[in-house]
């Protein structure tokens, strides 16, 4: 009895003892539940918010973007070069049109389904039936149907009038019609690789398009519409509208007419040379601005997929890239004889060459195994520095870089910044390779002194011409001059202007000196193809042989010449690139030197007072005084008015008995020259020997006729120099020989 209640009372303990074990286990699993779900909707509330508040939203809201209008290009004048044409777009508010079918259903009258409501549709906008019913039954990726769609965009004003006729008598719903842009360039290829242009979205694809797409795209705006809860009320309310705001204009550097200008000498020069292909730069050197930028062939900026026959490739891709690659800035190349511009300012700038130090040129050097030719296989014989230049030996610059050495000529060219991007803003720059001084040879130090081995690009070069050009500072190129808009009153407002970095690199007493030296290229060396008499022009010639599995070319050259005028302030820096001419001819001297002449004389032409509306700068011409002394005062007013001199008449006699500047003397047109009348007769059998480097040998001869003097002739072509240095006092009658020179160089 006693041990059998021992046991029952034993087993009740045990049994409490079990149910509270269970009880703990199951609050444990409670709480951990409890726990879980917290957790669970904790992290749909928080984290999944946004995707199930978008999944209840795509059930009654439908949003419609507006898109912004793109901001013009325009040239530096204000001209239109691209600009957003007005059509029209259509999307589909597809809960309120779906609101429509079940209107139309309970009330049996309108359009019940998108089989019956696309016909009309794409009648009224020239579309397949099937195309607009497809997009009328639109799906989101999760399978719902979705909110709102895009049947077409840019369409023109007739279809767009169209459907709103349509939508008007037939009172649809849900049927959007608004204003569209689509890009338009007014000048077709017209600077096609400088503007670039978009795709379908009209999202920049290449230049100016794609470097400042976000300018240009403004912002877009938006409508969001709600399904009302009543059925039988009006089927949506617009809860919410974001006007778009329209994109900027973007102002470029580029002047119209001179684009208009090199545009026309690089088409001549495609043809002329049969090249493969023709570029032309044209840049401000003191400011770093880009005045027009050209490269043949091109294509049309409306149609841009249209012509990739025309260009090699192995895909369509590829064709298209070639097409549209801007070669001035994606492109590099060995410069050849031009990058002697940079070997001189080198040397001159580290104190290793004078104006009298002199070179031997006997046609070649040899470095290791190899012979190293000049272009002029006879040689050139004894030179001085400015010599070298003129005649681009490079056998003397082989020589000049020797003297400098690899290290130093390494810095230098790195300072000028080949062997990294300029900076344009443009897609896509280049760097170009660049030797390490480490990893010269001999033959390599004295090849890249004359422009082989190194790659550039031919914004990166002009960048470093141009500071020779404006006394040694070097500033970063550039094709935007500011981006602006309109405020709500109309009022244009600066939003940008472009900072041009800039650093000196060299002095002007030394850049000045260079700059005289390219003059003499163009007097009397291989640029005189563009010597203009009264322009003081300098130049350089180069003529690079192509790479080709590995080894130099003996069939294919690019031939190049850079130029700047007035040499003594320069305005104007051009660049005149012919790659791969075919009719035999591949000096730059006749190849390049034709075609950037007549460029030059449309820009001086052009730039006297018309350039710029905001900084009118001219080029002047210089002339010759004349001589009338001995003659009567009206036959001389009319003899220096031919010239474009003005004069001053002082005293009150017939005849002019002394002038000053003497005859001879080379002035700036508009200048006065005063006529003296009265007192002692001076100097008058004396004159100024003027400078006829450059000249034919019949104008050469008429001008010193007309000052009294005589000529002796040695050669053919050109005159390439004079036995008596300009700016000398001598007597009429004196006797100059001229050496005539037709051979084009380098």
């Known amino acids: 009895m006693i041990d059998g209640g021992i046991w029952v009372k034993n087993s009740r303990f045990r049994d409490k003892a079990s149910m509270k074990k269970r009880m703990s286990l199951a609050l444990v699993g409670l709480t951990f539940l409890f726990f879980v779900l917290s957790v669970r909707l904790a992290y749909i509330m928080i984290g999944k918010h946004a995707e199930y508040s978008a999944m209840a939203k795509e059930q009654w809201t439908s ?4 898109d912004a209008r793109r901001g013009r290009i325009l040239d530096r004048n204000g001209v239109e070069l691209a600009v957003s044409a007005n059509v029209y777009r259509v999307d589909f508010d597809l809960n309120a049109i779906r609101a429509y079918y079940k209107k139309s259903i309970e009330n049996n009258k309108g359009y019940k389904s998108s089989a019956e409501l696309a016909p009309l549709i794409a009648e009224a906008v020239g579309m397949e039936t099937k195309d607009v019913q497809k997009k009328l039954d639109t799906k989101l990726p999760s399978g719902k149907d979705a909110g709102a769609a895009t049947l077409i965009r840019r369409i023109e004003k007739q279809q767009a009038d169209n459907l709103k006729k349509l939508i008007e008598e037939k009172k649809l719903s849900g049927i959007i019609v608004s204003p569209d842009t689509k890009r338009y360039y007014p000048n077709g290829s017209f600077l096609s690789h400088v503007l670039g242009s978009t795709n379908s979205d009209g999202k920049g694809l290449t230049g100016v398009e794609l470097q400042y797409d976000s300018a240009l795209s403004g912002v877009p705006g938006r409508k969001i519409t709600e399904l009302e809860s009543q059925s039988g009320g009006f089927p949506y309310t617009i809860s919410q509208f974001t006007n778009p705001v329209d994109g900027k204009d973007v102002t470029l550097t580029i002047d119209e007419n001179i684009q208009f200008f090199a545009e026309s000498v690089a088409s001549q020069a495609l043809i002329d040379h049969k090249a493969k292909a023709v570029s032309v730069l044209v840049m ?5 601005e880009i005045l027009a930028m050209v490269n043949k062939p091109d294509f049309d900026p409306n149609n841009p997929y249209d012509g990739i026959e025309n260009f090699v490739g192995e895909t369509d891709g590829e064709k298209l890239q070639k097409m549209w690659r801007n070669r001035l800035v994606n492109d590099t190349f ?3 004889s031009i990058f002697k511009v940079i070997t001189a300012i080198t040397a001159m700038e580290e104190g290793l060459v004078s104006e009298n130090d002199t070179f031997t040129c006997n046609g070649s050097l040899t470095y290791g195994n190899r012979r190293i030719k000049c272009w002029k296989s006879g040689g050139h014989g004894t030179q001085t520095f400015g010599e070298i230049i003129q005649n681009s030996c490079n056998v003397g610059f082989m020589q000049l870089g020797e003297k400098i050495g690899s290290e130093t000529l390494v810095e230098y060219i790195k300072k000028f910044g080949f062997g990294q991007i300029s900076g344009v803003d443009l897609p896509g720059e280049a760097k170009g390779i660049i030797k390490k001084a480490a990893n010269m040879s001999i ?7 004359f422009g082989q081995t190194n790659t550039v690009n031919s914004v990166q070069y002009m960048a470093a011409f141009n500071t020779v050009a404006n006394g040694g500072s070097w500033i970063q190129p550039h094709i935007m001059k500011e981006i602006t ?8 407002v600066m939003d940008e202007s472009f900072e041009a970095t800039t650093k000196k690199l ?10 005289q030296y390219l003059e003499r290229v163009v007097t009397s060396g291989s640029g005189k193809g563009t010597f203009m008499e009264g322009y003081h022009i300098g130049g350089k010639t180069g003529t690079a042989q192509k790479v080709e599995n590995g080894t130099y070319s003996s069939s294919k050259y690019l031939s190049t010449f850079v130029g700047m005028a007035p040499v003594d302030d320069p305005k104007v820096t051009i660049m005149v690139s012919v790659d791969e001419p075919g009719t035999g001819v591949y000096y730059a001297g006749p190849v390049c030197t034709p075609y950037a002449k007549t460029l030059f004389t449309n820009i001086f032409n052009y730039m006297e007072g018309k350039f710029s509306s905001e900084n009118a700068v001219s080029i002047v011409k210089e002339v010759t005084v004349p001589e009338v002394r001995g003659k009567n005062i009206e036959e001389a007013k009319k003899i220096i008015k031919e010239q474009k001199l003005e004069c001053e008449v002082v005293g009150n006699g017939s005849y002019v008995k002394s002038m000053t500047p003497f005859p001879g003397y080379a002035v700036k047109e508009g200048s006065k020259i005063t006529l003296y009348t009265e007192g002692e007769a001076e100097n008058l059998t004396r004159v100024i020997m003027p400078d006829i480097r450059g000249y034919s040998l019949e104008k050469a001869s008429a001008l010193l006729g007309s000052l009294g003097l005589k000529y002796s002739v040695d050669g053919e072509g050109m005159v390439q120099s004079q036995s008596i240095p300009y700016g000398e006092l001598i007597e009429k009658g004196t006797t100059v020989k001229l050496e005539l020179n037709n051979e084009y160089g380098d």
């Open 443 to 449: 033959t390599d130090l004295v090849t890249i002194a």
């Open 334 to 336: 060995e410069p050849g």
């Open 284 to 288: 401000d050197p003191k400011t770093g």
């Open 506 to 515: 060299a002095s002007e007493e030394n850049t000045a000196q260079l700059r």
């Open 63 to 66: 949003e419609v973007k507006i």
């Open 485 to 492: 808009h309109k405020d709500e009153n109309g009022t244009r």
